[in-house]
Nanobody, 121 residues
Framework: QVQLVESGGGLVQPGGSLRLSCAAS????????MSWYRQAPGKERELVAL???????????NYADSVKGRFTISRDNPKNTVYLQMNSLKPEDTAVYYC???????????WGQGTQVTVSS
């Protein structure tokens, strides 16, 4: 049974930090690209950050322009966990954040249930 369980969301003041975690189980974590998406009220779900499956060249990352320099995605394969470190948070970062696992070569994609992040004073 595939599970992606997010944690670490909450209420934070502008300029603050949060660290999201996503614990995965039920699939070969190291073979999947892992990403974080977010969806704000009335808006479409958008990609925030992605970390590729680790190869001999390492694990490449990609970020939305709006979070570059503020957010860092990382993965710990032995722990089957992906993280999103969020610094210098802004009110516009308020959204439900979803963990995603994808392996295009086999046509598999999984979603977590989401965790709420609210940035407000």
């Amino acid at each position: 049974q595939v599970q992606l369980v997010e944690s670490g969301g909450g209420l934070v003041q502008p300029g603050g930090s949060l660290r999201l975690s996503c614990a995965a189980s039920g699939f070969t974590f190291s073979s999947y690209a892992m990403s974080w998406y977010r969806q704000a009220p009335g808006k479409e779900r958008e990609l925030v950050a992605l970390v590729a499956a680790i190869t001999s060249a390492g694990a490449s990352t990609n970020y939305a322009d709006s979070v570059k320099g503020r957010f860092t995605i990382s993965r710990d394969n032995p722990k089957n966990t992906v993280y999103l470190q969020m610094n210098s948070l802004k009110p516009e970062d308020t959204a439900v954040y979803y963990c995603n696992a994808e392996r295009r070569s086999v046509g598999r994609r999984y979603w977590g249930q989401g965790t709420q992040v609210t940035v407000s004073s």
